[in-house]
């Protein structure tokens, strides 16, 4: 095994994709494993790999390490993207949580039936525009920083550039009340890391489309 990290879930965004944007924005060049199959699934769960029996996988330093959360908060730590001190890293866990649960319905979304899909994309938009976008616009206001935290590019800086694209490309028109946000938008996407990850050809991976929710079905629903 080479010396950068192993990456093992499907080819397509899911719960992975926050780890890819994390250590994309820290500048780590990492190597991917897609799962296709059931039966690569069962397999590394019969060689011990998942210790829950859950993906994300992120084999990294020695470690073979699942939970979403745990994988986050190790690369954040690692590559000094997780505050100065104990209040910084408080902050920083209080807006990716928020962030994460913003996250979560536009993850099940692809999953949602057809009759249900446009109440879900109103249930993301509101609470985009009512909940979590405030808090957001709110904070670089009083802050009046470049960043979330501290002066300094951390997890929750990505998280929300993360979810403000993903928002995007179901709500186009989602930032237009929040400028500190629209301003925010653009200095992360012009970040040398970020640019070089939301260029083609990079690890990001697209919307799930029909394919991927096939494939998500087939491997872990029974």
Known sequence: MSGKPRLTYLNGRGRMESIRWLLAAAGVEFEEIFLETKEQYEKIIKDGSLMFQQVPLVEIDGMKMVQTRAILSYIAGKYNLYGKDLKERALIDMYVEGIIDLMQMILVFPFSPPEAKEKNLDSIKERATNRYFP??????????????????????????????????????????????????KIRMSNMPTIKKFLQPGSP??????????ETVRKIFMK
Do not use: C, M, T
């Not at 800086?157 to 993903?166: M, N």
């Open 135 to 184: 808090v957001f616009e709110k904070v670089l206001k009083q802050h009046g920083q470049d960043f979330l935290v501290g002066n300094k590019f951390s997890w929750a800086d990505v998280q929300l550039i993360e979810a403000i694209l993903a928002v995007e490309e179901k709500v186009p028109a989602v930032l237009s009340g929040f400028p500190k946000l629209q301003a925010f």
């Open 204 to 213: 990001r991976k697209p919307p799930p489309d029909e394919h991927y929710v």
